[in-house]
């Protein structure tokens, strides 16, 4: 069975950066399943395995903007430290949920100044060309189930929705 939309899909992948550095693995891990067509994949990897059947083995970069997208500059702000409230040592690296006019995302510190904080709303791939190396695994057909939730329910799973 060819990879198509609605296929159930589970690969095994290499992903590195543009110099090389690995940033996951999942062939010594549990392989990842998703559901073709739902979003659930970065745009530009789930263009390359469309059409691909169980056993192909792909090598594939993939450009920044079909990827995790280009660095969006007003999703970086500095913010007055108070804005973190009672939270102490605030420090590069830390997460948070910030609300914004779109509603709640996930920020990321990256500077702490003495009355401000730089936050970074961009996914941390942002901005970067990505190399996979992927194996397909398996593939089937997804449960309407699946389609209707917009994910794979892994073997024995009970998603409640």
Do not use: W
């Not at 083995?57 to 969006?72: C, F, H, L, P, Q």
């Not at 003495?114 to 398996?138: A, M, Q, R, Y």
Request: glycine residues 8%; contains cysteine; negative net charge.
């Amino acid at each position: 069975m060819k990879i198509a939309q609605h296929s159930a899909v589970t690969v095994h992948y290499r992903l590195t950066d543009a110099d090389g550095q690995l940033i996951e693995d999942s062939f010594d891990a549990e392989p990842m399943l998703y559901l073709h067509g739902a979003n659930n994949m970065i745009p530009g990897l789930e263009a390359a395995l469309e059409g691909k059947i169980v056993g192909d083995k792909i090598d594939v970069t993939i450009a920044a903007k079909d990827g995790y997208g280009e660095i969006v500059e007003e999703l970086r702000q500095e913010v007055p430290l108070d804005a973190f409230g009672d939270i102490e040592d605030i420090a590069p690296g830390m997460r948070f949920m910030a609300e914004t006019d779109n509603g709640e995302i996930p920020v990321q510190i990256t500077e702490v100044k003495d009355d401000t904080v730089i936050v970074d709303g961009n996914h941390p791939l942002s901005g970067k060309d990505l190399s996979f190396h992927v194996e397909v695994i398996e593939v089937r057909t997804a449960t309407e189930n699946e389609i209707d939730h917009g994910h794979i329910h892994a073997a024995g799973s009970d998603c409640e929705h």
